[in-house]
């Protein structure tokens, strides 16, 4: 799935209310993010907050990898019905 389709996915369940990165630290060829998020799953209305962690993995100074960390059951609960 491209990345464009993705986000529009993503935007369609999620609105968005709060994105604050806290930490972020370079290391060889690795950069880690840390921070937190909070949101409404726009199919049921729920609202969620969840720390998150991001790894990219670097080459030439581009993004060649990246896994992301994040509490999914707040999420999970926040979408269920």
């Known amino acids: 799935m491209a990345a464009s389709t993705r986000g529009r ?25 840390t921070g937190a998020w909070s949101g409404t799953a726009r199919p049921t209305g729920r609202s969620f907050g969840s720390d998150w962690a991001i790894v990219f993995g670097m080459r030439d100074g581009k993004i ?3 896994r992301v ?6 999420l999970a609960a926040a979408f269920r019905r």
């Open 9 to 33: 996915r993503i935007d369609a369940s999620v609105e968005v209310t709060s994105w604050q990165p806290a930490h972020v630290l370079a290391v060889g060829d690795q950069v880690v993010a």
């Open 64 to 66: 060649t990898s990246f």
């Open 69 to 74: 960390l994040e509490d999914t059951a707040q």
